[in-house]
């Protein structure tokens, strides 16, 4: 595989009349990290949303391994190998814990392409003891950090190739943090890519292979993760 | 006796009106969506027997075998043709498309049909079993027979299927469904098949429990409204009882205040449950 499995090109996203993403670019290869920085309002939603399909992008073009998503549905573009873990987790509150990973099982079980599958709900208890103990249980019922790995073993069992976490530890424990970086990484190890935000952003810098500050729905910084200081991203952040 | 004899013709009759609130309350449970041509479509499945498929001699289950997919077709259709363009508008636009859908179907019945009353002749219409003293209606126990399957059918297909899984997950949060691969306009239309097909069992059974006429579609979908709100939002294990409620309070009403007191009288349970409990009697929660 030749080029960068992701390739944001001069993105521009509106909410109405205010424009969200202003020529957005940057690219990520196959297998490594990059960590979003950005202050509340600075774009980074939106961003995930345009890629995940959710939000209609005005100009500019999402590639995929090549291939342009241009319009696609949502539903289509997860079965490409994108899967979203979105911010505030949204649970299906009517499902239990179980039911909520199964819920992607069930779709993305038969793939085509003579594509194997990696992720098994046993995979994804393995990764996250805890969700195994609260299978029954609703899913609404969890601690934010167990609605985390579940919103995160979700995502994986739609069989990403790349992985989107948007807030990975809003109003989380440290303990918690610790523990789903753990995961992360692990999921990493599988060849998983992954496009995180990450409001701490010594941990956003130390996790990522390469960073993509926004401000204001443009690209303030951007690079490889250990190249910038974290004086830099600061600066950035704040504009 | 006689009160244990209205309340057991209420509990059977309550099949049937839990049966007419359960393709109401699926429509709203999955696409938030009230369906004021719920009635019409329950009168077509009744037209569909009577007119199409009786005259032909088939016997009942095998006219039934044909109007339920018929019908789901019909549901199918008018939600993925019609009805999904309305949706995500604000709340009036399919307010207004179903309410059209609604006059459009019991005009085109009664130019097609006429205003005759109509009702599928039938042995079991005016059979009985005496049990202890009471007689049992035949066709009402079939009301309720059939009424309480298809609840359990509901039950197992949105609890234990995958189907079920993506059709609450849809229900529960269309976007974040649209993110794990669902198609939910192609869950919508499912969902919209199958209240229809519910409607074409309760039509049959209103066929075969009453006369009709173009225009009973209304009172169908005054009782469906009833049943579900009394049942609470969403849940149908509470729609069924819902209509269980309604039709013994109607039968009650009828019986110790006067024929004419059946709708007050259900009318009344409605809104003391809107007064003292509005949000239904099982709101929901869980699936079911």
Known sequence: ?239 | MELVQTLVNGVLLGGLYGLIGLGLSINFGIMRLVHLAHGELVVLGAYFLVVGLVPLGLPPLVAAAVVVPAMFVVGWALQRFIIQRALGRGVLPPLIVTFGLSMVMQNALLLWMTADARTLHTPLASAGAPLGGITVPLIRLVDFGVGLSCLAALLVLLGRTALGRALRATSDDPETARTMGIDTARMFAVAGGIAAALGGVAGMLLAATSTFYPSTGSEVLLIAFEVVVVGGLGSITGTFVGGILLAVAQLLGARFLGPSYALVAGHMVFLLVLLFRPQGLMPRTAPG
């Open chain 1, 1 to 239: 595989m030749s080029g960068p499995l992701l390739r944001v090109d001069a993105l521009d996203a509106f909410h109405g009349q205010l424009q969200a993403l202003r020529g957005v670019s940057f690219e990520l290869a196959a297998g490594e990290a990059l960590a979003v920085i950005g202050a509340n309002g600075a774009g980074k939603t939106t961003l995930f949303r345009a890629i995940a399909g959710l939000h209609r992008a005005a100009g500019g073009a999402v590639v995929f391994d090549g291939e342009p998503l241009g319009g696609l549905p949502a539903h289509r573009i997860v079965r490409r190998g994108i899967a979203l873990v979105p911010e505030g987790r949204r649970i299906f509150p009517s499902l239990s814990v179980d039911e909520n990973l199964r819920v992607a099982e069930d779709r993305h079980r038969r793939r085509g392409r003579g594509q194997s599958r990696r992720w098994s709900r046993e995979r994804v208890y393995q990764l996250f003891p805890d969700l195994r103990e609260a299978a029954g249980r609703p899913g609404t019922r969890l601690s934010g950090g167990q609605q985390q790995m579940l919103a995160i073993g979700r995502a994986l069992l739609c069989e990403p190739r790349l992985l989107l976490c948007d807030e990975v530890s809003l109003g989380l424990s440290p303990v918690v943090v610790r523990d789903l970086y753990r995961a992360l990484g692990r999921i990493r190890g599988e060849g998983v890519t992954l496009v995180f935000v990450e409001q701490d952003v010594a941990r956003g810098l130390a996790f990522s292979d390469h960073v993509v500050c926004l401000h204001r729905g443009t690209v303030r910084l951007a690079g490889r993760s250990p190249a910038r200081s974290l004086e830099e991203v600061r600066r950035a952040y704040f504009g």
